[in-house]
């Protein structure tokens, strides 16, 4: 049930725990400030006509599914879990991991899960119970309510947990025998908040700003000086958002040549800027992108 409120106010949720970190840092870099009160679940933001609160990421889907929040920062894991209808507005990238199924070693069968009834433990109950439907139609479900890992072999047969690098598996000889759903930090809405023009608006709003800097952080400025004969060269060994921009240099000596590239080209460009003549390369850092 929606609670009444302000159509002009914006009620964004922010994930606690491990995920509160890259969000405030995000959201910082985007300029939305978050400074702590004596009430500390609810910090005061930056931007007007918003009010934030500070939830577990399970909460945060609950409360968007149910309408008392409009807008918050949860895991895709948690939202397939719980079925929320929400809107995903963006996928920040941040706090990737990996759902899957893990047994002991000495349970597998050439690799694979024997064929007898097994118990299956996890926090995600309605995924495993999904899973389980096309995996392992006799196995027995056990809600585990943190440190999934510890339970096998004597309380589990196998695990459905998260995984980010798989060394919490490997710690305790667990090895990953299917994969459910890769997640990640994703940005949802209420679809009802979408409807309303004011939060729209300021939803919107919000979304730009973060989205200019997770496109900011996939791209560096590369600005190059060139002799003219070796213009048309570099322009084409430079790739760029658009069109990279070209101003003559003081006294007819050349061209400064400046472009958006993406950081996960800069080892293959900059060795072929200097192979076509390009000089004095400077690569910097960019705040934000806004097409």
Not at 38 to 50: D, E, G, L, T
Not at 119 to 133: F, G, K, N, Q, T
Not at 146 to 165: C, Q, S
Not at 207 to 214: A, E, H, I, P, T
Request: proline share 7%; aromatic share 4%.
């Amino acid at each position: 049930m929606t609670r009444p409120n302000d159509e002009s106010t914006l009620r964004l949720a922010i994930p606690k725990g491990r995920m509160e970190q890259g969000v405030t840092r995000l959201l910082a870099d985007a300029g939305i400030h978050l400074t702590q009160t004596v009430r500390s679940y609810r910090p005061h933001i930056s931007i007007p006509n918003c009010e934030v609160k500070i939830l577990k990421p399970q909460s945060i889907v609950e409360m968007l599914h149910a309408g008392s929040r409009d807008l918050g920062f949860a895991g895709a894991d948690w939202v397939a879990e719980l079925d929320g209808s929400l809107v995903e507005l963006l996928d920040t990238g941040l706090d990737p991991v990996r759902v899957v199924a893990a047994a002991p070693a000495a349970l597998l069968v050439d690799g694979r899960l024997p064929g007898r009834p097994l118990v299956v433990a996890s926090e995600y109950e309605h995924l495993s119970r999904r899973w389980i439907a096309g995996r392992c139609p006799q196995a027995v479900f056990v809600r585990s309510y943190g440190a999934t890992e510890v339970f096998p072999p004597e309380d589990a047969d196998l695990i459905i947990d998260n995984t980010a690098t798989g060394s919490t598996l490997a710690a305790n000889s667990l090895q990953i025998v299917d994969e459910l759903m890769r997640s990640s930090t994703r940005l949802y809405a209420n679809p009802r908040a979408l409807e309303q023009p004011a939060r729209r608006r300021a939803i919107d709003d919000l979304v730009l700003l973060v989205r200019s800097v997770l496109e900011a952080r996939l791209r560096v400025m590369v600005e190059v000086n060139v002799a003219p004969e070796r213009l048309d060269a570099v322009l084409a060994v430079l790739p760029c958002m658009r069109q990279p921009t070209v101003s003559q240099l003081a006294g007819g000596a050349g061209f400064a040549v400046k472009a958006a590239v993406p950081r996960a080209d800069l080892p293959a460009v900059i060795p072929r800027l200097k192979a076509q003549g390009g000089e004095d390369v400077v690569v910097t850092r960019l705040a934000q992108i806004v097409p």
